[in-house]
């Protein structure tokens, strides 16, 4: 499932800034949120802009804000992801350029970087309760102040993605699309889950 349709997804965020900017918005509006509804959502946010009902709270600044910083954003993550740094050091400085984006914390930046670049993944509350995670651990200090909590959140930063590359970016897709499925009967199985990653986009 990863291999078909994750890497769909990556072609199309890595081709313009404006869909790049697409993919930024769908994780955004994942969030607490049941993924059955994010293809409406998006269809909305496409068609209606900043105007959509489904943007609100944090969701309305962060489309704010990559509507000014799209460009800016592209630019980093490309060349983060045409560096030739290792695996792990390209997660570190992909994470670190999304966790500037407010609104998206450790979970949604992986997401972020998984369907963006192929690296770490999405620790969102069912992942954590299936591998039986301390939610406390995935949650950074927000701005902040002085040498121990920045160290903190860049231990955490880095313990976020050691434990998802070690679990396999591919395998964290394929075991959510899996376990999501038999969440609702309107999931044809684990390979409808993950195929709606790429058609959301398509509006």
């Known amino acids: ?6 890497t769909k997804v990556q072609e199309f965020a890595q081709s313009s800034p404006y869909k790049m900017g697409l993919v930024i918005t769908m994780v955004s509006l994942s969030i607490q949120q049941n993924w059955l509804g994010v293809g409406e959502q998006m269809a909305s946010v496409v068609a209606q802009g900043s105007k959509s009902k489904f943007l609100w709270g944090s969701k309305a600044k962060l489309y704010a804000y990559l509507q000014d910083n799209m460009e800016q ?12 740094e290792s695996d792990d050091d390209k997660a570190e400085a992909m994470m670190q350029i999304f966790l500037c984006i407010d609104g998206l914390g450790l979970p949604k ?9 192929g690296l770490v993944g999405c620790m969102d509350v069912h992942n954590i309760r299936r591998l039986g995670l301390d939610a406390k651990t995935l949650t950074l200090a927000k701005n902040p102040k002085g040498d121990k909590a920045k160290a903190t959140n860049l231990r955490k930063l880095q313990d976020y993605i050691r434990v998802c590359h070690e679990y396999g970016t ?3 897709w394929d075991d959510w699309c899996d376990h999501l499925a038999t969440k609702s009967k309107r999931w044809d199985n684990g390979s409808h889950v993950s195929e709606v990653h790429y058609s959301y986009l398509l509006h």
């Open 73 to 84: 954003i592209y630019a980093d993550v490309m060349a983060v992801i045409d560096s030739d």
């Open 170 to 172: 591919a395998e964290l």
């Open 109 to 117: 930046a992986g997401f972020c970087c998984q369907l963006i670049g």
């Open 1 to 6: 499932m990863y291999l078909r349709d994750a």
